[in-house]
């Protein structure tokens, strides 16, 4: 007789186990996902924000009330938000009530290109990304004759600048004319010829020696030129 009833418990509790089961995985494939939560990284410059994202996702046609939590793909969606011009990284999560979560990493951009072809902003990387209705950066603007192949060479300079504080609120303009790069800076009426940007951290070495050295004595405000094309030497304007 027990051994009868400790197979009864064994078919029961497979029974119920069964049962729960099944009633799982019906209220699963009935169960739609809902957007549970947007976080996105903070930034000093924020291109992006919740509303912007939703509107992206509308226009992608992802309605979160008419996909079903079996037939979510959560690589598909974060294919999707990598295309945004203004996200570095996403990452999506979801849990068996079909909340879905999205953490989101903003490009950062370090240097405006406004040229004559393009009108832009660079990041770290190289990638671009568009100007922006809600949110303009205050950055080192790159002008003049800017070719797409510029840009690996402009994002070199603007992340060795970056390096130094000096320069980074120093330099306000990076132009580009035919056959010379020329340095526009926020102190000092002049303009810093360096022809191109070979050899970049050498000739900002050398501007900033003739800063610390001959600028205090003859004045900010004595030279309209300062030419740096020539290794090992500074040829000057006055005004």
């Given at each position: 007789?027990?051994?009868?009833?400790?197979?009864?418990?064994w078919v029961l509790v497979t029974f119920l186990l069964f049962v729960i089961l099944s009633f799982t995985n019906d209220r699963q494939n009935n169960q739609l996902i809902n957007l549970n939560d947007i976080s996105i990284?903070?930034?000093?410059?924020?291109?992006?924000?919740?509303?912007?994202?939703?509107?992206?996702?509308?226009?992608?046609?992802?309605?979160?009330?008419?996909?079903?939590?079996?037939?979510?793909?959560?690589?598909?969606?974060?294919?999707?938000?990598?295309?945004?011009?203004?996200?570095?990284?996403?990452?999506?999560?979801?849990?068996?009530?079909?909340?879905?979560?999205?953490?989101?990493?903003?490009?950062?951009?370090?240097?405006?290109?406004?040229?004559?072809?393009?009108?832009?902003?660079?990041?770290?990387?190289?990638?671009?990304?568009?100007?922006?209705?809600?949110?303009?950066?205050?950055?080192?603007?790159?002008?003049?004759?800017?070719?797409?192949?510029?840009?690996?060479?402009?994002?070199?300079?603007?992340?060795?600048?970056?390096?130094?504080?000096?320069?980074?609120?120093?330099?306000?303009?990076?132009?580009?004319?035919?056959?010379?790069?020329?340095?526009?800076?926020?102190?000092?009426?002049?303009?810093?010829?360096?022809?191109?940007?070979?050899?970049?951290?050498?000739?900002?070495?050398?501007?900033?020696?003739?800063?610390?050295?001959a600028l205090p004595a003859k004045g900010w405000q004595t030279y309209t030129d300062i030419n740096l094309k020539y290794k090992n030497q500074i040829i000057c304007t006055k005004k």
């Open positions: 007789m027990r051994k009868v009833l400790i197979i009864f418990k990284g903070l930034s000093e410059n924020n291109f992006i924000n919740k509303q912007i994202i939703l509107t992206y996702l509308v226009e992608k046609n992802i309605n979160f009330d008419s996909i079903l939590l079996n037939d979510f793909q959560i690589e598909d969606l974060e294919r999707i938000l990598h295309l945004h011009p203004g996200i570095h990284d996403v990452e999506v999560f979801s849990n068996q009530k079909g909340d879905v979560s999205m953490l989101i990493e903003q490009k950062k951009p370090i240097v405006r290109i406004k040229s004559n072809y393009d009108d832009c902003y660079l990041d770290k990387f190289g990638q671009r990304i568009d100007l922006s209705d809600n949110y303009t950066a205050s950055l080192i603007v790159a002008t003049g004759k800017i070719e797409i192949n510029n840009y690996k060479e402009i994002v070199a300079f603007i992340n060795e600048i970056n390096k130094s504080e000096f320069w980074k609120s120093q330099l306000t303009q990076l132009h580009y004319n035919d056959d010379d790069i020329i340095l526009i800076p926020r102190v000092g009426d002049h303009k810093i010829h360096i022809e191109s940007l070979d050899n970049i951290k050498e000739k900002l070495d050398q501007l900033y020696q003739f800063y610390n050295i």
